[in-house]
């Protein structure tokens, strides 16, 4: 495996995992690994001391704000919540605007928002690292946990069957990037019309091609789940489709990680939810509750992933 140097990193942006290339986020993930490590052990990192990072959020979040804010806190440095309800983003002042005003006081932006445009445009003015808290599109802060989360308890990633039952959504789409990079055999099983975008299969795929990964989209989600070593599943209705969720909850009926999805895939199969979670909706109570589930251990991998990307490119 080629060795990046670690200072190549700075002053990128994190939109999308598919920027990066295999050796990248190995990379990530070995300094996600080794904060991890040092923060267990009790041994202080301050390697952002002095530094700033503005964390603009017109959406809500419980695990994505806490573990910038705290990770950022852990690095040294400070983070700053920016609600859009507050600046004046929410009141018509331009992403342009805002990518230049806070490229000259703060050393990062984390922004969650529902356009992924938004977050785009907001790197093109910003002289700053910008870091993808989710947007419509993609959520690839939460892959780079899961992919870490994956390592810890199956050992590797390159040949793993990942099995994604549910919405064609950011998760989706994330998971797909990031398992096709990583080697993995991504297989999504989503009902028509909620199936991912055909677009971002199509890199995916490419991707998977160039690094020995599999991405492929079915209909069955028993099918998807057949020893499988990872089960996946994500809310029908994601934030801002409220408004869709009874004809969702319809069209959902079956994509669900049961005992039955269990038994379907290896008996050494584990379970992840990016969370929040619906039980008794796409996932059942009882397993996520389960022996196989990691849930926690994913959410909490959120801070150590994020202190990586963070320390890597601010
Ligand atoms: N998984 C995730 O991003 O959670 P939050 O919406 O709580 O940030
Ligand atoms: N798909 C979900 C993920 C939440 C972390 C949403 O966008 O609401």
Redesign the pocket.
């Known amino acids: 495996m080629k060795t990046i140097d670690r200072s190549s990193f700075k002053g990128r942006d994190f939109i999308s995992l598919h920027d990066f290339s295999q050796e990248e986020l190995n990379c990530f993930l070995e300094v996600a690994h080794e904060l991890k490590a040092e923060q267990k052990a009790g041994h202080p990192h301050p390697i952002l001391q002095g530094k700033t990072l503005g964390m603009i959020f017109t959406k809500?979040?419980?695990?994505?704000?806490v573990s910038f804010e705290v990770g950022i806190y852990q690095l040294g440095g400070q983070g700053l919540f920016l609600s859009g309800r507050d600046i004046q983003l929410g009141r018509g002042e331009t992403i342009a605007d805002t990518a230049r005003v806070l490229s000259r006081m703060v050393d990062g932006i984390m922004i969650r928002t529902f356009s992924h445009q938004e977050v785009l445009d907001l790197a093109k003015y910003a002289t700053i690292p910008i870091i993808n808290g989710?947007t419509d599109l993609l959520?690839p802060c939460?892959v780079l946990a899961d992919l870490m989360t994956i390592q810890e308890h199956k050992g590797r990633l390159a040949g793993l069957k990942l099995a994604y039952v549910g919405d064609g959504n950011n998760m989706a789409h994330s998971l797909m990037f990031g398992g096709a990079k990583m080697g993995l055999h991504v297989v999504i099983a989503s009902p028509s019309g909620y199936k991912p975008d055909p677009a971002i299969v199509t890199l995916a795929q490419e991707d998977a091609k160039a690094n020995g990964g599999f991405v492929e989209v079915i209909d069955d989600p028993s099918e998807a789940v057949k020893g499988a070593d990872v089960l996946y599943t994500d809310v029908w209705a994601s934030m801002g489709q409220e408004a869709e969720a009874s004809e969702r909850m319809k069209a959902f009926q079956g994509y669900q990680i049961s005992s039955e999805s269990l038994k379907l895939a290896q008996p050494s199969a584990i379970v992840l939810h990016?969370?929040?979670a619906h039980r008794g909706e796409e996932i059942t109570d009882e397993v996520i509750e389960g022996a196989q589930s990691v849930v926690f251990d994913e959410a909490e991998n959120r801070l150590h992933a994020q202190k990586a990307i963070m320390a890597l490119v601010m």
């Open positions: 809500s979040s419980t695990r994505t704000r989710l959520h939460q990016c969370l929040p």
